[in-house]
């Protein structure tokens, strides 16, 4: 991948639409038409929902778009307080019955709780079409205020809180992937013919003490871009925990995914953590692509290590936190695929907005337009 921009930062933090106008190609030519992409976008959802159920046995639930403030169920997506939900009030009865509610930014702590509501025995799990809003994030290429995901929890037992069986639900999510690949291939040929590499077949599994020791004179995202250069599609394992140069390789909220339980790298040396990220190179952006977050969810041991960690264990009064120290919310395994995003990937686009009509900037869709990068308005 000769002239790659290993340098580049990726994601929230790029803050800058200089720097952006720089990694947007100038040498774009979309591969199919805005009409062919909705029919591509139609057959890829209905095609990778489907997989998803079949290989983690899920079937799919109604989701929320609004929860009550109070209850503690909206995801705060990290834990340095820098991403902040849309707060509103609803009168309501002329103010009798008010609700103080919230937009959901993701629905991790609501699939937990729903998996009771819906009555799923182990092995079993819930998948949903989420919609949310997080309006903190910088406008870039790959981040939107608008986020659509498959959102998929699934019941656990005690036996399952492992890297082995975190890997295969992984190999069993990039099997759907790597499926959705082929098909869509194979019912617009254009796409397979393109300049572009495929995917690969199989992803390469690191922990994030792996990549630092790697690259340990580079930025977390740096160091992302790094190891795609080696491995074009890799899942990240271990993300939240202090690395060995006193910082996470991100940082993880504490009420949801496990990572403080001590596990080993294939090396045998010691790490942290049943989560991870799957991350592709990008071949249109040349920029590190994220397609999902998931993991192991934490049980009442581990959620009370990751808020002490994050001096949040005043949450512990909270609903939400209180069903997990108590055992009414289910061992689970969950994650948020990126639906926009994987679809950006699969359909060979350079820009989100070719895929999801949401909000941008001007001074975004102008540079996009000179570009022959035609955000959907």
């Not at 001074?363 to 570009?371: G, P, Q, S, V």
Request: proline share 6%.
């Amino acid at each position: 991948m000769a002239g790659d921009k290993i340098a580049d930062l990726a994601g929230p933090g790029i803050g800058d639409y200089a720097v952006l106008e720089g990694i947007l190609p100038d040498d774009y030519d979309p591969i199919l038409t805005p009409k062919e992409t909705q029919m591509a976008i139609n057959k890829l959802r209905r095609y990778i929902m489907d997989g998803l159920n079949s290989e983690l046995n899920l079937i799919r639930v109604e989701s929320p778009l609004i929860v009550d403030r109070d209850s503690g169920m909206n995801d705060m997506l990290d834990r340095d307080g820098s991403r902040t939900p849309i707060d509103f009030y609803i009168k309501n009865d002329h103010e009798k019955n008010p609700v103080n509610a919230q937009v959901v930014q993701a629905a991790t702590k609501w699939k937990r709780w729903a998996l009771n509501q819906f009555g799923f025995e182990v092995g079993e799990g819930l998948n949903t079409d989420m919609r949310a809003v997080r309006k903190d994030y910088f406008l870039d290429h790959d981040h939107s205020a608008y986020v659509d995901q498959w959102d998929w929890e699934k019941v656990i037992t005690a036996e399952d809180m492992n890297l082995d069986y975190l890997k295969d639900t992984v190999k069993r999510i990039w099997k759907v992937l790597k499926g959705a690949e082929v098909y869509i291939h194979g019912e617009f040929p254009a796409l397979k013919g393109s300049k572009h590499p495929n995917l690969p077949d199989e992803l390469k599994f690191l922990h994030a003490e792996e990549i630092l020791e790697m690259f340990p004179d580079l930025p977390r995202k740096q160091r992302e871009t790094a190891v795609l250069q080696k491995y074009p599609a890799v899942f990240i394992i271990g993300i939240g925990w202090p690395l060995a140069d006193g910082y996470p390789h991100e940082m993880r909220a504490a009420d949801y995914d496990d990572w403080v339980t001590p596990t080993t790298t294939p090396a045998g040396k010691p790490a942290h953590g049943l989560n991870g990220d799957i991350l592709v190179w990008n071949h249109v952006t040349k920029r590190r692509h994220e397609l999902t977050s998931m993991g192991i969810r934490v049980n009442a041991e581990t959620l009370r290590q990751q808020l002490e960690i994050s001096n949040q264990l005043d949450s512990l009064e909270l609903p939400y936190h209180k069903g997990i120290v108590t055992g009414e919310y289910p061992l689970s395994i969950g994650g948020g695929i990126g639906q926009s995003r994987t679809l950006m990937l699969l359909l060979k686009r350079a820009h989100l907005g070719e895929i999801s009509v949401t909000v941008w900037p001007k001074i975004l869709r102008d540079m996009c337009a000179e570009k022959n990068i035609h955000v959907l308005q």
